[in-house]
């Protein structure tokens, strides 16, 4: 399927848990984001990439990591999962730099 | 920080009734992009201005973008039940950074 897809569309996991939530794109985009959305306070970027092996903190890196072994792959880590962690994360993907984003379709992550 | 201020924040209207967003900044910005959340789903970008003072129109929405790059409007002529959603202003800041920052976003309701 052409375009960006994120798995799962939703998680329910529980408080200390490792959960990882992946994404794709199929445009070849250098840029990949990861935003958390939460009410009251809009879409939050926590990391981005500008390609391959080259990731950058943004504004609520705390508690994630993140990697991009592949351009098409861009999978964001919770170490530790904390009820804090609950929110919808959306992954997005650019062709340059402050570029139109296209967006994914979102993951829903509750802890416990 | 550069911060960019939606409002109205919620805004209820009947169909047929025209409408205004607003998104706006102290920082100037290389481009801005308005974007549309349906519930459930990711956003959806529907326009990107980037010179000052220009108007873009899109069907029934009119985007202009502040002379002074500080800030943007959407207008709604004859608002329908189908143009409910989430409205998110982001900006790419001047220099081209890969990041966007987004407001909170406007949350417009027409009624039938």
């Known amino acids: 399927d052409a375009g960006i897809t994120q798995s799962p569309r939703y998680k329910i996991t529980e408080t200390g848990r490792q959960v990882t939530l992946m994404c794709h794109q199929t445009w070849s985009h250098s840029y990949m984001f990861w935003y958390r959305q939460d009410l009251g306070h809009g879409l939050r970027l926590i990391y981005y990439?500008?390609?391959?092996?080259?990731?950058d903190k943004g504004e609520v890196p705390d508690g994630y990591v993140v990697s991009r072994s592949k351009t098409e792959n861009f999978p964001l880590t919770l170490e530790s999962a904390t009820r804090s962690q609950t929110s919808v994360y959306f992954c997005?993907?650019?062709?340059?730099?402050?570029?139109?984003?296209?967006f994914g379709p979102g993951t829903r992550l509750t802890v416990l | 920080t550069q911060l960019l201020e939606q409002s109205p924040q919620f805004l209820s209207i009947q169909e047929g009734e025209n409408l205004t967003v607003y998104c706006n900044s102290s920082s100037v910005f290389s481009s801005l992009q308005w974007y549309r959340q349906e519930p459930g789903e990711g956003p959806v970008l529907l326009v990107t201005v980037v010179t000052g003072g220009e108007v873009k129109k899109l069907k029934r929405l009119t985007f202009q973008f502040g002379d002074a790059r500080k800030d943007s409007s959407l207008h709604i002529t004859a608002a329908q039940p189908g143009d409910t959603g989430l409205y998110l202003c982001a900006g790419a800041s001047r220099g081209g950074s890969e990041k966007l920052v987004f407001g909170k976003g406007t949350k417009l309701t027409v009624n039938p």
């Open positions: 997005a993907s650019t062709s340059w730099r402050g570029g139109n984003g296209f």
């Open positions: 990439s500008a390609a391959a092996d080259i990731t």
